[in-house]
């Protein structure tokens, strides 16, 4: 099988393209030409941003499957499906758990009462378009520069899922791991080896409950989507089988970095909007199960972090 990798250098897209290369697959990445290319994939040079000016040498690789790990817009997806209309099997979008109501509750851009039912892909989506406050794109922009100021999902997703060329969408969790740009485990980190016996934590953070995935794991479920037919008109929630409180979350993270002390949690609201979402779907159909052993996934992404702290020690 032939696949094209629209952006497949960074934090996900570079292990998805390894995965699929160790299947045997060809892979060619389409990318800036910012980050280094590994040798088992073909490289083209171009943004993402002017997909058209490419149309000609990108329609003529014949891919069986374009994957687009960066598409944020209903714009950049309508371009995409008529780029591509015709010249491939199949596109595979990177979408979000954000996509759903529960998300626009819990950032306080969607009205109503708190749903804390488990989020399955039939669950409601946002009413309310664009999900991040102007401000919070903007500063979301300088760790993700491919972000755009209409970023959403779910016009890129009813895009993709047209029908115009088979489609299959996966809803991606909150990601940690080697290469995070957010560093996530930053901060666990520095206050464990800060040396302190305790560290205190609200209780409406301790209590709030979410999905999330190892980046190994989470490109390998790009990479099964992509190789799988059966895939095709299909949309995926993908992340761990368990939503760990952050809580039991940071005192797996402390523990893994070798701190011994107790987490304290301070008085504070109750969290009204968890994050809790079903990912039986792509386990049941594809047969996707994690990789990479949990605990082999925080030493991975603890050593990360501590080669690579944040510029200025934030996170």
Known sequence: MRVLAIGGTGFIGRFAVEALADAGHETIVFHRGSAP???AARSITGDRRNLAEHAAELRALAADVVIDFLLATGRQ??????VFRGHTGRIVMLSSCDVYRAAGILHGTEPGEPDNS???EDSALRNHLHPYPPDAVRKLRAVFPWLEDDYDKIPAERAILSGAVPGTVLRLPMI????DPLHRFYPVIREAEAGRATIAIEQGVAEWRGIRGYVEDVAWAVALAAMDDRA????????DPENFTELEWR???AQAAGWAGEFVVTPGETPRQHWVVDGSRIRRELGYRERVDREEALRRTIAWERAHPPAGGAG
């Open 37 to 39: 290319q590994g040798a």
């Open 77 to 82: 997806a309508e371009q995409l499906v008529e």
């Open 118 to 120: 488990p989020i399955t």
């Open 176 to 179: 940690y791991g080697p290469g």
């Open 232 to 239: 095709a008109g299909r949309v995926y929630n993908v992340g």
């Open 251 to 253: 005192r797996r993270i």
